[in-house]
């Protein structure tokens, strides 16, 4: 049963689309994040989310919109696609002692 | 400010030799530290996890930590690499600001058959 899943694993677009990205997770943790992994394989937070109010906007371009319907999803909403937008997307679940949980990853590939 | 740096990039070992991937830190207080591994492909898997108590941690995988507060540092060891353990290592310090924790750049762990 998995802890933290995402969907799509894989994502391939043209600029100026806009997608979305899902994320659930069934451990019952109130906080969750975005972030956002660069070709060099640097993690940047992007969001947080604790029982679905954003706690952390880390200078997120505004075509980067969060949602968190319950405390068990938060998605992530991009408009308008860049280049610079193609990485990997990780959405996490945070536990004790600010223990991370992450899901396997969406791969965005923006052409 | 609070910061976390691993100063090996890339490290390149052969299978069956000892492994030591380095941490440091920036931290007011006594940090949570953590590491966790990256198989290719796949997301992040916690290794180990300090918060207190027994300055070295066992983990997963055969992995264990010390914390050494008077050096600031995290190190990760394993005795015996295994081709398997090949992967992207992340240290992580918390909680900073809003109770996030900040990941280091990694080290891409390569193994000689």
């Known amino acids: 049963d998995t802890a933290v899943s995402q969907t799509p694993k894989y994502l391939v677009t043209q600029m100026g689309n806009d997608k979305s990205i899902k994320c659930e997770q069934n451990l019952g943790h109130d906080t969750m994040y975005w972030y956002k992994q660069d070709s060099k394989k640097f993690l940047k937070i992007m969001f947080s989310?604790?029982?679905?109010?954003?706690?952390i906007n880390e200078t997120v371009p505004n075509r980067f919109s969060p949602k968190s319907p319950d405390k068990a999803h938060l998605n992530l909403h991009i408009n308008s696609l860049e280049l610079g937008d193609s990485a990997v997307y990780f959405c996490?679940?945070?536990?004790?002692?600010?223990?991370?949980?992450f899901g396997p990853g969406t791969r965005l590939l923006v052409l | 400010a609070q910061s976390v740096t691993q100063p090996d990039i890339h490290i390149t070992v052969s299978e069956g030799a000892s492994l030591e991937l380095r941490c440091n830190y920036s931290y007011g207080a006594t940090p949570y530290l953590f590491w966790y591994v990256q198989s290719p492909g796949q997301g992040l898997q916690l290794l180990l996890k300090y918060f207190s108590g027994d300055t070295l941690v066992q983990g997963i995988k055969g992995f264990e930590a010390e914390f050494k507060r008077s050096q600031s540092s995290f190190n990760l060891r394993k005795p015996s690499v295994h081709w398997s353990d090949a992967a992207e290592y992340f240290c992580a310090v918390g909680p900073t600001s809003y109770d996030k924790v900040i990941f280091g750049p990694g080290t891409s762990l390569s193994v000689i058959p």
């Open positions: 989310y604790n029982n679905k109010e954003l706690i």
């Open positions: 996490a679940s945070q536990g004790l002692q600010e223990t991370q949980y």
